[in-house]
């Protein structure tokens, strides 16, 4: 059962245009949401966080949305650039947990 | 970027035989995590520890025993390695605050592959 979703596999998007990236869960339990950026042959580095009580948090080109009611988040990067070409996972953690449960990624390829 | 080294990086090993991991952290954090990462699956919990020998299973535990003595290092042990152990392992680190949960660093991967 997976309860962190990423249901698309790729994305493509020109360079200066803006990627979405999406993310659903399901356990309801979840306040606490995490992306994380990933080049070949590196470990996962985080990139964003939100927790439950908001609804946005920005730095720099990127924003997360958080739409608790659909179950939904997205990370928003404008404008894309090349270097951000990398597989993107989401995470979510619940209340009273310290593990993170993570979803199977999004590959972004930012093309010139 | 965290202090967090693994070893080996790469590794080759025959079904059958027992292999582990090391992960070694210079950050003096109280938790840490080992995952695997496979490919339509994402990452996943092996085990983890929140102290020295503190340790729980994950979600994928079987087949795994881990150990921790001292604060910086955290070893994975696959006793009898099996194919479908063939993977990329990451540790990861984190120190709980205020909140339970705080953000995981991750180090940079070991690829195992069994034959």
């Known amino acids: 059962d997976q309860q962190v979703k990423q249901n698309s596999p790729s994305l493509s998007v020109q360079e200066g245009r803006i990627s979405i990236l999406n993310c659903d869960y399901t356990?309801?339990?979840?306040?606490?949401f995490l992306w994380y950026k990933k080049y070949p042959a590196e470990g996962p580095t985080f990139l964003i966080s939100?927790?439950?009580?908001?609804d946005k948090n920005e730095d720099g080109r990127f924003t997360v949305f958080l739409n608790k009611s659909a179950k939904h988040l997205s990370l928003h990067i404008v404008p894309s650039q090349p270097g951000d070409s990398a597989v993107y996972f989401c995470?979510?953690?619940?209340?009273?947990?310290?593990?993170?449960?993570f979803g199977t990624g999004t590959r972004l390829q930012v093309f010139p | 970027d965290a202090g967090i080294t693994q070893s080996p990086r790469h590794k080759v090993t025959e079904t059958g035989t027992p292999v582990t991991l090391r992960c070694h952290q210079t950050?003096?954090?109280?938790?840490m995590y080992w995952y695997r990462q496979d490919p339509g699956h994402g990452l996943r919990l092996i085990h983890y520890?929140?102290?020295?020998?503190?340790?729980d299973k994950g979600e994928v535990s079987d087949g795994y025993s881990v150990s921790r003595s001292k604060t910086e290092d955290f070893l994975l042990t696959l006793e009898s390695a099996t194919s479908s152990q063939t993977s990329v392992y990451f540790c990861?680190?984190?120190?709980?605050?205020?909140?339970?949960?705080?953000?995981?660093?991750f180090g940079p991967g070991t690829r195992l592959l069994v034959l």
């Open positions: 990861a680190i984190s120190e709980p605050g205020v909140t339970v949960r705080e953000t995981q660093y």
């Open positions: 356990n309801s339990m979840f306040d606490y």
């Open positions: 939100i927790s439950s009580i908001k």
């Open positions: 995470a979510a953690s619940g209340r009273d947990t310290d593990k993170l449960i």
């Open positions: 950050e003096n954090h109280r938790y």
């Open positions: 520890s929140y102290g020295v020998k503190d340790t």
